[in-house]
């Protein structure tokens, strides 16, 4: 097993000793929201401003069935991963044609009309409060209402999902969407339908922002219509991009800077989202290349701080 | 018409500058606000609404040449970053300025009421608000396609190297494109306060629209902005009497629709 | 029979027609060059064979099945592959990848495609190495192609061709932007290709072609002047008034 691994694994262990444990569950539920959405920005080139589509989208569906019907929550969790898919289908479909800022502008239109759907059809949605009363019904015996055991639970979830994403990256698929994003011309050429593979990884992705948002719907007992907004999206391609979208690894470490950002500038002040938009904004000017670059270069600083000691001794 | 307006300013950003504008609908708010407070201090309609606007284009050069110029480099994932943190900054500094809760605004007292067309009753400020929507397209669109400053603007667009290479500071044309869209996306926000009062969500309400009549009209197309952007606006006005729940929703689904049918929207993409 | 061929093919971009009536006849095994000046219109003809765009008019046929329209993967499919003219290749990733990519394209089936372990593919693996080593790139197949010389990118471009273990070879000026020493070393190379796959290759020297083409057909302003053997064509007049800066041609 690698160092990269039995790093997430010490920290799905450390994490709930530390921090409360909805926060804890929130950063691997966030952590799969950003595996999806790193598919298609760091594997495949595709940015994706309407990841909230299918977060929302699924949240909404399942959770409406486990609140009226109670159904069991493997259930709940497909049925969020097949909407998240289908919803991206229905994107992706009418987006992978384009490209640069067309594409860009097209997810986020889109995302707007299912956000707007969301938001006047209050009889489902409840509108601007949310849809609220969603419960955890117990699965084998084991009382989801129990923060640790949802912890535990969520954890796993996010072990298989990693684990899947990486059997995925590793795949043919995706080289070959690796070499899309590299020169989608070329890979055209030597034959490969270019967006029908831009789509397959829509879905992919949007099963996992699906899964995602169904764990968040029961994490919080409530589908807020934020969860289908599109500040929603672009936290999620802010934390990706922050972790560093050129590793599989990159949206863990961005999820864990989001969440513990956003948690210590809420308790700050009501206003957090500008504390947010400052640090997008100083983040970007200043920090870009994300964690993992600003890590590589701390290091190589202080290797060449070693040298130079070196040489001065 | 003042869809067309926040399409033109968008599509002129995205087609000269090349980047994703998400604080668009940000400035758009700003422009509101701007004449909400310009008419407590100087008292007049007019002059605020001739104010409030060239506030936003200050603003908006500032926000050029201080944020979106180290970024042109840096590819559109960082960019979109950049433009969406300044609107979430933009967004929540008009809840901090001015509270959460929205405000009306009155027309100017000579606009008030509304005027008999014989086959409808119309409230004179929206016919206002409608000439000088269509002004402004106008002298814009005149300015782009007829003064020297308008067609190296134009020339932007279609292709920057050349643009470089005649000898003009390419930084200083992005500034100036970029300051024009945003004092469109002011104007038109100070030409909506009175019809639909302010509120701090008003911004990324119409970021969206914005985004689709520039999605519909092609990347820097202008022309094709101003149309898409009165498609859009006839469309929702016609839903609006028969549902009007869905109107907002309905301009996305008329997008997702033309898009189906026209993949390369409704002008051509440049 | 001609293993790829067209007929009266046209393409017009506006009122600019960039290949106008070709009729063309490439026989299996052979290698047959095209020639012409500058803009000619030998991109553009590639572009049509291999389904980047669909022609104005006229027909393209591929081993007696009409291929006019296909688009360019499918085509890819049936066993055109081809070289660009300028370098177009996969930047960030390793130059095995780049070859992999291809040959896993023209693999029997994509069984596995988004489960099985990309480096479970001998036989893909096999064919990417070995088309890195006909161009002599063997030792590098672990760096990135950003990283490589231009003229190994050039020497790549032809890998990833290869890799794809083609039935006709498609080649846009294999030597295009290389230094003296780096042409004589892809000269060869192409010579050593001769045989082993139906080979198009568009080049502008005449030095180059002379010395290995089979046959070789002349365009100039979209259309065929002439085609014969190298010798033929070296003493046809009407090619030579079009090299030589072309007074008439009408
Ligand atoms: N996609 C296109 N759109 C418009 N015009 C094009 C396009 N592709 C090529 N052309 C034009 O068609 C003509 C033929 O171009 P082409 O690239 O085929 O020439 P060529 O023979 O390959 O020349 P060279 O030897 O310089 O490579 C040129 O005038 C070119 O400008
Ligand atoms: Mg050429």
Partial sequence: MSRAWLAVLAAVVVLPLTVRHAIATEIWIFAIFGLGLNLLLGYTGLLSFGQSTFFGSAAYVAGYLLKQYAINVFVALAIGVVVGAVSAALVGYLCVQRSGLYFIMLTFALNQMFYFIAYQWTTVTGGEDGMPGIGRPALLGVDFRNPLAYYVFVAALFLLSLWIMKRIVESPLGKILQAIRENDVRAEAVGYDVPSFKLLAFIIGGGFSGLAGVLYAMLFGIVPLEAIGFVFSGNVVFATLIGGSGSLYGPIIGSFVFIWLSESVSVVWERWPLLLGVAFVIVVLFFRGGCVEAWARFWSWRERRRALEGIAQ | ?270 | ?250
């Fill in chain 3, 1 to 250: 029979m001609a293993l790829l061929q067209t007929e009266t093919l046209t393409k017009a971009f506006g009122a600019l027609t960039a290949v106008n009536g070709v009729t063309l006849e490439v026989q299996a095994g052979t290698l047959h060059s095209i020639i012409g000046p500058n803009g000619a219109g030998k991109t553009t003809l590639f572009n049509l064979l291999t389904g980047q765009f669909p022609p104005t008019s006229g027909r393209i046929v591929f081993d007696g099945r009409d291929i006019t329209g296909t688009p360019a993967h499918r085509i890819a499919h049936l066993g055109l592959a081809r070289s660009f003219q300028r370098t177009n290749v996969f930047p960030a990733l390793s130059l095995l990848d780049n070859a992999w990519i291809a040959a896993f394209a023209r693999g029997r089936s994509w069984r596995g495609l988004v489960w099985r372990r990309s480096d479970g593919y001998a036989e893909v693996a096999e064919r990417a190495r070995a088309a890195l080593a006909d161009v002599g790139l063997a030792d590098k197949a672990d760096q990135p192609a950003r990283e490589i010389s231009h003229g190994e990118q050039r020497q790549l471009e032809l890998a990833i061709a290869l890799a794809a273990a083609p039935r006709v070879l498609l080649l846009d000026e294999p030597a295009a932007g290389l230094s003296p020493d780096e042409m004589q070393k892809m000269v060869a190379l192409v010579r050593g290709l001769k045989g082993r796959y139906t080979i198009v290759l568009i080049e502008h020297k005449m030095d180059i072609i002379m010395g290995v083409s089979d046959r070789v057909s002349v365009m100039h302003f979209g259309s065929l002047i002439a085609e014969g053997t190298p010798a033929e064509i070296q003493r046809n007049p009407e090619v030579r008034r079009a090299y030589l800066g072309g007074m008439v041609a009408e």
């Fill in chain 2, 1 to 270: 018409m003042l869809y067309a307006l926040m399409g033109l300013g968008l599509s002129l950003i995205t087609g000269v500058l090349n980047i994703p504008n998400f604080a668009h609908g940000a400035l758009f708010a700003v422009g509101a606000y701007f004449l909400f407070s310009a008419i407590h201090v100087v008292g007049n309609f007019w002059l605020a609404l001739v104010l409030a606007p060239v506030g936003v284009a200050l603003l908006g050069l500032a926000i050029e040449y201080a944020g979106i110029r180290p970024l042109y480099a840096a590819g559109h994932d960082y960019q979109l970053l950049f433009t969406f943190g300044l609107s979430l900054i933009l967004g929540e500094g008009i809840i901090v300025v001015w509270g959460p809760i929205g405000f009306s605004q009155l027309p100017p007292s000579i606009l008030r009421g509304g005027l008999d067309l014989g086959f409808i009753f119309y409230p004179k400020y929206r016919l206002f608000v409608m000439v000088m929507a269509g002004l402004l397209v106008l002298s814009t669109w005149l300015f782009l396609e007829k003064t020297r400053y308008g067609a190296i603007m134009r020339a932007g667009i279609e292709n920057k190297e050349m643009v470089s290479l005649l000898g003009i500071d390419i930084h200083r044309l992005f500034t100036a494109a970029f300051a024009l869209g945003a004092y469109l996306a002011g104007i038109a926000g100070a030409l909506t306060a009175p019809i639909r009062g302010l509120s701090p969500s008003m911004g990324v309400d119409m970021l969206g629209i914005a985004f689709v009549v520039v999605a519909l009209g092609g990347l820097g197309n202008l022309l094709g902005a101003i149309a898409a952007g009165l498609i859009i606006g006839v469309a929702q006005a016609v839903v609006a009497l028969y549902w009007t729940e869905a109107s907002v929703a309905v301009i996305f689904a008329v997008m997702a629709a033309i898009l189906l049918v026209r993949p390369q929207g409704l002008f051509g993409i440049r």
